[in-house]
């Protein structure tokens, strides 16, 4: 794990950073059947190949940042397919290694072609899900999960232990949907010194997080731990961000990450997605995010390669643009 904020130099060079997009539902959309409580980690177990180039896709299209395919990879999860504690470890480790492995290509290969003084050698973020995947009941878009602090740490603490293992540079708390587990996550990153990470909760509105509770409380909790390097929002309706960005810089200095989705919502108990209206318009939008302070912005479930092609663009086209105002 690499000490200090990985994110600076493309802060400082480029004024934003660029992030990826959706993994499970690009896959889906790519023709794998992801209709069990493993998602996109299935194919962690099945088909590693397909998240490699899908990361690599990602990266080529513009990416600054890949995360990891642990979104809904638990121990708990895995040892229901059958895998044992060390199997499940190696297995959460492999994700890091595979998106590891896909940015290694993409940066040998962009060296081996033309240099593109536009970019820098992207990084990896390990992805920690709320423990709400776990469950595949949609919590994670609820909050409700009747389980203590120290329980929900202790659930989160084996996860995170085997991800920094593979040494990721950066750690991405995702889709948190409660003020609740966002503060046991910034206690439990005290416990791993120098290890940078981002927060980033679901929203139901321009508000409130999925809980209900205020996303200027939830934002707060990032100025308690300087480990946090940004904070904002992913997996919410890219309607609801421009006025999530505004308040959260009301609550915080750091930079501001925003990845929401294409507009369409989860519908949990049939496990699909109701079409929304906004998805033609979903780079489009990211100048007002741009201008409401975020400085990582990327999509989230229902995005593609496509979209971060044009994100990239759009906000980070050229090393001699001028540095973003900020």
């Known amino acids: 794990m690499n000490s200090g904020d990985p994110l600076e ?3 400082a060079d480029q004024g934003v950073v660029i992030l990826d997009g959706a993994l499970a539902t690009e896959l889906e959309r790519r023709g794998f059947d992801l209709s069990d409580e493993l998602w996109s980690a299935r194919l962690l177990i099945e088909d590693p190949a397909s998240i490699g180039q899908l990361h690599l896709d990602y990266y080529e299209a513009g990416a600054d940042v890949a995360i990891s395919a642990s979104y809904q990879a638990s121990f708990e999860g895995l040892a229901r397919r059958g895998l044992s504690r060390a199997e499940s470890a190696a297995l959460l480790q492999s994700s890091v290694r595979i998106a590891q492995q896909a940015r290694d290509c993409f940066w040998e290969e ?4 033309v240099e593109d003084p536009s970019r820098k050698r992207p990084l990896v973020a390990a992805s920690v899900g ?3 995947a776990c469950l595949a009941d949609g919590s994670e878009y609820r909050g409700d999960f ?3 602090n120290n329980q929900l740490k202790d659930w989160h603490r084996p996860r995170v232990d085997a991800l920094l293992a593979a040494e990721p540079d950066l750690l991405a708390f995702e889709t948190i949907p409660c003020l609740q587990e966002g503060e046991v996550l910034v206690e439990l990153l005290d416990e791993y010194r120098h290890t940078p990470a981002w927060l980033s909760f679901s929203c139901r509105d321009g508000e409130s997080v999925c809980s209900g509770e205020p996303f200027a409380a939830c934002v707060a909790l990032a100025e308690r731990s300087s480990a946090i390097v940004a904070v904002g929002l992913n997996c919410s309706a890219p309607v609801f961000a421009e006025p999530l960005l505004r308040m959260a810089l009301e609550k915080t200095a750091k930079p501001l990450v925003c990845y929401p989705n294409s507009g369409e919502l989860w519908d949990a108990p049939a496990r699909t997605w109701i079409p929304g209206s906004e998805g033609d318009r979903f780079a489009g939008q990211a100048a007002s995010w741009l201008a409401a302070g975020a400085r990582l912005i990327g ?8 979209d971060i092609r044009a994100l990239r663009a759009l ?7 001028e540095s973003i105002e900020r």
């Open 299 to 306: 999509g989230c479930c229902r995005t593609s390669p496509a």
């Open 9 to 11: 130099p493309f802060l």
């Open 315 to 321: 906000l980070a086209p050229s090393a001699d643009r």
């Open 146 to 148: 009747n389980i203590s």
């Open 110 to 113: 962009l060296h081996d072609t």
């Open 130 to 132: 709320s423990y709400g």
